[in-house]
C-alpha cells in the first residue's frame, strides 16, 4: 500500500502572525515549520502502512524556495521520501490552485491513500482535501477520528455532530484526520539522522504540466478588499483572587440574572 | 444580483439552525432565494424553508447511506451545467457543508470562501467578512471570476427570522452518477446524547482548558455547567490530549458559541478558542496568567487557581439551593 501525506509547511505560530501589507496575504518570509495537525497525518500513515505488508509512506508539500525545513520533521518520524512542490509562480496561490498543483504532484506517485490534515493551522480554510480528492476522482471521508485499512477497504469512524459514523470507503480514497487521533511520535536521533539523506523530489510547475497563469496571484478568482481592527469589547474587570474569586462571580451572574 | 442558493441541511428534527440563518441572510442579498437538501423525505421541510425565504427547493433525494459530500455537489454542478445561474451558493460551515463546497469548487472549479461571518451586497458583488487572528482583525474579501460565488458561513453570523412564506417548491432532481467520488458510505451511525442543553443553544456554558491540570478535573466543570443549567465547553488543547470528547470542543475547528454567559476555567485564550466564543455576551476568565489572552475579551477575569475557585463557586451556589 502507497500511502502519500500531504504536508504543510508554515510560519512558526509561536511567532505572532502578520499580513502583507500591500497584499493582504499571510507573511510567510520567515522560517517555516511543519504544521503540527500534520504531525497526526504522519502518525496515522506510519501506523496503517505498518499494519499492511509492503507499504510506503510519501510526503507530499508545496512550499515557496524550496523550503524543506518542515518535511525534513517528517521524514525524521520516518516517511521514505518526499515530493516537494515549489514554484515562484504558485506565489499567491487559493486553496483551488494549491489543490490542482498538489494533484498533479500526488497523481505521478499513484497512492492507495492520502491522508491530510482537517485544515491547516495558518490558512485553515479547510476545503483542500476534498477538493484534492475530486481533482483525483477519489471518494473522501473528512473528520476522521479513527482509520484502520486492510489495503484494500478504509474503515473510518468520522465525527458528526451528533456523535460519529462508522463509514466504509474503498480505496484509492482521500481521508482527513482530526488532531488527536493518535500520538504523533517525537522523531529519534537515529530518524533525524536518516531524515537528512532521505530523497525529496523537487517539482516545477512545469515539471507537473501546470500554466503558470492559471495559479499564484494571476489565477486567483479572489481578492482580498481590506484587513480592518475588529470592534474591540470594552474592557472587564481583571481581580487578583484573595480567597474572593467565587464571591465575585456569583454577583456577576447575579447581576445577570443567570441565576 | 438575482438569485442565491442555500444548501439546507437537516437533521432528525428539520433543518438546522444554520440553514435557517443563512436562508434568512439570502433574503436580504438577492429577490430570488432558493434551497439544494437532500434526505428521505425534503417534502416535509418545504414548509419551514418556504417560512424562511426559499421559494423553491431542489431535492437530490434519498443518499442510501453514502455521504453527502461527491452526490449533493454532483447535483448542484449539474444544474449549473444545465443552465441554471444562482449568483452564488451558501453553505453551512458544517461537517457535510464543508465536503460539498470542497467538492463542488473543485468540479466547477472556482474557488471557495470559507470561515465567512459576514456577507453584504456592494455594487452587485457579495462582499465577505472574516475574522482573523483570533478575531481581533476583520477581513472583507470577495470573488473576481465568473459565478457563481462559493460560501461556507460560519454558525451564529446571522440571526433567523421567517419571513411568512408559503411552503417551497420541491422540484426532485435526477440521480446524478458520481463514479467512485460518491463511494464512502456510511454504515452505523453512533450518537453520544450529553445530557442538559447542547453546547451551541445553550444560554451558560461553562470551559475547560489545560489548566486544570488533569482529565479527573474537568468533573468540575461539569459539576459547575450542571448547577448554572447550562453546557459544558472545552479547549482544542484538551480535546487533543483525550481528556474530553470532540463535541464538547468551542472554537475554530469545533462549535460556535454564543451565550449569555461564558465562562473560562484555566483556558489561555489562543486563537483558535477565541473565534468560537468571543460573541459570547458575557465572559468570564479564570486563570493563573495574568498576561493570559483570554483575559483581553473578559467581562470579569479572576487571576487565580482554578483549583480554588472553582470548589468555592460550586460550593457558593449549592448552598444557594
Given at each position: 500500500m502507497h500511502v502519500v501525506v500531504c504536508v504543510k509547511q508554515i510560519p512558526d505560530p509561536a511567532v505572532p502572525g502578520a499580513l502583507d501589507q500591500v497584499t493582504h496575504t499571510l507573511d510567510r518570509s520567515g522560517k517555516l515549520v511543519m504544521d503540527d495537525s500534520d504531525s497526526y497525518g504522519v502518525e496515522m500513515a506510519l501506523q496503517l502502512a505498518g499494519d499492511v505488508d509492503g507499504s510506503e509512506v510519501t510526503l507530499v508539500s508545496m512550499a515557496p524556495g524550496g523550503e524543506t525545513s518542515g518535511l525534513r520533521t517528517a521524514l525524521a518520524m520516518g516517511a521514505a521520501r518526499a515530493i516537494l512542490v515549489s514554484d515562484d509562480a504558485l506565489s499567491g496561490s487559493d486553496a483551488l490552485s494549491t489543490a490542482k498543483a498538489l494533484a498533479a504532484a500526488i497523481r505521478r506517485a499513484e497512492p492507495d491513500l492520502v491522508i491530510a490534515a482537517t485544515e491547516s493551522t495558518d490558512g485553515y480554510t479547510g476545503t483542500l482535501p476534498v477538493q484534492l480528492a475530486e481533482l483525483l476522482g477519489m471518494p473522501s471521508v473528512t473528520f476522521a477520528k479513527g482509520v484502520s485499512t486492510d489495503g484494500t477497504t478504509l474503515e473510518v469512524d468520522r465525527q458528526t455532530e451528533a456523535g460519529y459514523d462508522e463509514v466504509r470507503c474503498p480505496l484509492p480514497a482521500v481521508v482527513t484526520v482530526t488532531a488527536g487521533v493518535v500520538e504523533p511520535r517525537y522523531p529519534s536521533f537515529k530518524g533525524i539522522m536518516a531524515a537528512k539523506s532521505k530523497p525529496i523530489d523537487v517539482l516545477s510547475l512545469a515539471d507537473l504540466g501546470i500554466d503558470p497563469s492559471d495559479v499564484g496571484v494571476r489565477g486567483a478568482r479572489q481578492e482580498i478588499v481590506d484587513v480592518a481592527d475588529a470592534e474591540a469589547r470594552a474592557g472587564g474587570e481583571i481581580v487578583m483572587d484573595e480567597g474572593d474569586g467565587a464571591a465575585r462571580i456569583v454577583a456577576f451572574l447575579e447581576q445577570l440574572k443567570v441565576i | 444580483?438575482?438569485?442565491?442558493?442555500?444548501?439546507?441541511?437537516?437533521?432528525?428534527?428539520?433543518?438546522?439552525?444554520?440553514?435557517?440563518?443563512?436562508?434568512?441572510?439570502?433574503?436580504?442579498?438577492?429577490?430570488?432565494?432558493?434551497?439544494?437538501?437532500?434526505?428521505?423525505?425534503?417534502?416535509?421541510?418545504?414548509?419551514?424553508?418556504?417560512?424562511?425565504?426559499?421559494?423553491?427547493?431542489?431535492?437530490?433525494?434519498?443518499?442510501?447511506?453514502?455521504?453527502?459530500?461527491?452526490?449533493?455537489?454532483?447535483?448542484?454542478?449539474?444544474?449549473?451545467?444545465?443552465?441554471?445561474?444562482?449568483?452564488?451558493?451558501?453553505?453551512?460551515?458544517?461537517?457535510?457543508?464543508?465536503?460539498?463546497?470542497?467538492?463542488?469548487?473543485?468540479?466547477?472549479?472556482?474557488?471557495?470562501?470559507?470561515?465567512?461571518?459576514?456577507?453584504?451586497?456592494?455594487?452587485?458583488?457579495?462582499?465577505?467578512?472574516?475574522?482573523?487572528?483570533?478575531?481581533?482583525?476583520?477581513?472583507?474579501?470577495?470573488?473576481?471570476?465568473?459565478?457563481?460565488?462559493?460560501?461556507?458561513?460560519?454558525?451564529?453570523?446571522?440571526?433567523?427570522?421567517?419571513?411568512?412564506?408559503?411552503?417551497?417548491?420541491?422540484?426532485?432532481?435526477?440521480?446524478?452518477?458520481?463514479?467512485?467520488?460518491?463511494?464512502?458510505?456510511?454504515?452505523?451511525?453512533?450518537?453520544?446524547?450529553?445530557?442538559?442543553?447542547?453546547?451551541?443553544?445553550?444560554?451558560?456554558?461553562?470551559?475547560?482548558?489545560?489548566?486544570?491540570?488533569?482529565?479527573?478535573?474537568?468533573?468540575?466543570?461539569?459539576?459547575?455547567?450542571?448547577?448554572?443549567?447550562?453546557?459544558?465547553?472545552?479547549?482544542?488543547?484538551?480535546?487533543?490530549?483525550?481528556?474530553?470528547?470532540?463535541?464538547?470542543?468551542?472554537?475554530?475547528?469545533?462549535?460556535?458559541?454564543?451565550?449569555?454567559?461564558?465562562?473560562?476555567?484555566?483556558?489561555?485564550?489562543?486563537?483558535?478558542?477565541?473565534?468560537?466564543?468571543?460573541?459570547?455576551?458575557?465572559?468570564?476568565?479564570?486563570?493563573?496568567?495574568?498576561?493570559?489572552?483570554?483575559?483581553?475579551?473578559?467581562?470579569?477575569?479572576?487571576?487565580?487557581?482554578?483549583?480554588?475557585?472553582?470548589?468555592?463557586l460550586i460550593e457558593a451556589l449549592k448552598s444557594r439551593t
Open positions: - | 444580483m438575482d438569485r442565491v442558493w442555500v444548501l439546507a441541511e437537516t437533521v432528525e428534527q428539520g433543518p438546522t439552525a444554520l440553514t435557517l440563518e443563512l436562508l434568512t441572510k439570502a433574503r436580504t442579498l438577492a429577490p430570488a432565494v432558493e434551497a439544494v437538501a437532500w434526505g428521505p423525505d425534503t417534502a416535509s421541510i418545504a414548509r419551514v424553508l418556504g417560512e424562511h425565504g426559499a421559494s423553491r427547493v431542489y431535492d437530490v433525494g434519498d443518499l442510501g447511506g453514502r455521504l453527502p459530500g461527491a452526490p449533493v455537489a454532483g447535483a448542484i454542478a449539474a444544474l449549473i451545467r444545465d443552465g441554471e445561474q444562482p449568483d452564488a451558493v451558501l453553505i453551512p460551515a458544517s461537517y457535510d457543508g464543508r465536503d460539498v463546497a470542497g467538492r463542488l469548487s473543485a468540479m466547477l472549479d472556482r474557488p471557495v470562501l470559507t470561515n465567512v461571518t459576514g456577507l453584504a451586497e456592494q455594487d452587485g458583488s457579495v462582499l465577505t467578512e472574516h475574522p482573523v487572528f483570533g478575531g481581533t482583525k476583520i477581513l472583507h474579501a470577495r470573488f473576481t471570476g465568473e459565478g457563481p460565488g462559493i460560501y461556507v458561513v460560519r454558525a451564529k453570523s446571522f440571526a433567523s427570522e421567517p419571513a411568512g412564506g408559503g411552503a417551497a417548491e420541491v422540484v426532485a432532481l435526477p440521480p446524478v452518477d458520481v463514479g467512485p467520488t460518491g463511494a464512502a458510505t456510511i454504515v452505523q451511525r453512533h450518537v453520544e446524547e450529553a445530557s442538559g442543553p447542547k453546547l451551541d443553544e445553550a444560554a451558560v456554558v461553562v470551559s475547560g482548558g489545560r489548566g486544570l491540570g488533569s482529565a479527573e478535573s474537568y468533573a468540575l466543570i461539569e459539576e459547575l455547567s450542571h448547577l448554572l443549567h447550562g453546557a459544558a465547553g472545552a479547549s482544542r488543547a484538551i480535546v487533543d490530549s483525550g481528556w474530553v470528547p470532540y463535541s464538547h470542543q468551542v472554537g475554530q475547528t469545533g462549535k460556535t458559541v454564543k451565550p449569555t454567559v461564558y465562562i473560562a476555567c484555566g483556558i489561555s485564550g489562543a486563537t483558535q478558542h477565541l473565534v468560537g466564543m468571543k460573541g459570547s455576551k458575557n465572559i468570564v476568565a479564570i486563570n493563573k496568567d495574568r498576561e493570559a489572552p483570554i483575559f483581553s475579551v473578559a467581562d470579569l477575569g479572576i487571576v487565580g487557581d482554578v483549583h480554588k475557585v472553582l470548589p468555592a
